[in-house]
């Protein structure tokens, strides 16, 4: 019978893997492997999936328990402790200049071009619609044109806008995962 | 409150004991995990189950007791072989005449209570 990998357990082994982010190689793979064992020998003796997930229990339980069981004999733990902080500094004083610019930028844009798109659509298409000019046309171009291009810019503009939003949305999700997994080493770091 | 502290208690009881079973089971012939939690669970008292038994053998082969050795396997990734090293004999030795030493001593100490 050839193995086959389950998607429910391989996230979890995933997870398990990111949880254990503190733990050394060569003994996180090794970890991550045996686990990976178990799970495909209960599968084999006819084991639901979900089942032996649940006996495994939550991976950062589990990571944890690694972590109190490893720790016992462990004497590096202030000095880690020591670097986590200064990586924490680090991380504080890059991400919030940078993140100063980006929010500041990103948000602007997000703004500026959403309504401004907004506003130049509407416009052309009351223009184009209503009896009489609302847009005044600058260039020497007939007049249903130029309101047409109102509204392709106001679109493309309504465009830009939304990506810039959308960046600004995985920046800040990134920023606070950094944060999570710095503090969240920080803090069983100091077990 | 009577139950959380006689979880504790038993929690504190297993603890050390399921590292004896543990060294015992491999000191009988080398094994692997997913067959050291098996035999286990025929012995729920011990409430052995993967998140600590798992740890465990990371530890005993971090203090050098055990050695381990990757092998194939038939259910697809590879079995980690668990094995006694020299140390660990010595250890699973001592701990056995530790824990035959505390057994008396307790048995001593219960019954003495039952005669008063």
Partial sequence: ?191 | MTTKQREDWLAQVRRGLLELCILTLIGQESTYGYEIVTQLSRTPQLAAGEGTVYPLLRRLRRDGLLSTRWKESDAGPPRQYYELTVAGRQHLGALRGDWTAIVDAVRISLEGENVT
């Fill in chain 1, 1 to 191: 019978m050839s193995y086959q990998s389950n998607p429910a357990i391989d996230r979890y082994l995933t997870t398990l893997s990111r949880e254990l982010a503190d733990m050394a190689e060569p003994e996180r793979t090794e970890v991550v492997g045996e686990i990976r064992n178990h799970a495909a020998e209960a599968v084999r003796a006819g084991e639901e999936p979900a089942a032996i997930i649940e006996r495994f229990g939550d991976p950062r339980q589990l990571a944890g328990a690694y972590k109190m069981e490893l720790a016992v004999k462990s004497s590096r733990g202030p000095l880690r402790r020591v670097a986590r902080f200064f990586a924490m500094l680090g991380l504080a004083a890059i991400t919030s200049l940078m993140s100063f610019i980006v929010i500041v930028v990103l948000g602007a844009f997000t703004l500026a071009f959403t309504l401004g798109g907004v506003a130049s659509i509407v416009g052309g298409i009351l223009s184009l619609v209503l009896p009489g000019d609302i847009i005044m046309s600058a260039l020497p171009i007939p007049q249903t044109i130029s309101e047409l291009l109102a509204i392709g810019f106001g679109v493309l503009m309504v465009i830009g806008g939304l990506v810039s939003g959308v960046l600004l949305f995985f920046y800040v999700r990134m920023v606070a995962r950094a944060f999570r997994h710095t503090v969240g080493s920080l803090r069983s770091g100091r077990r």
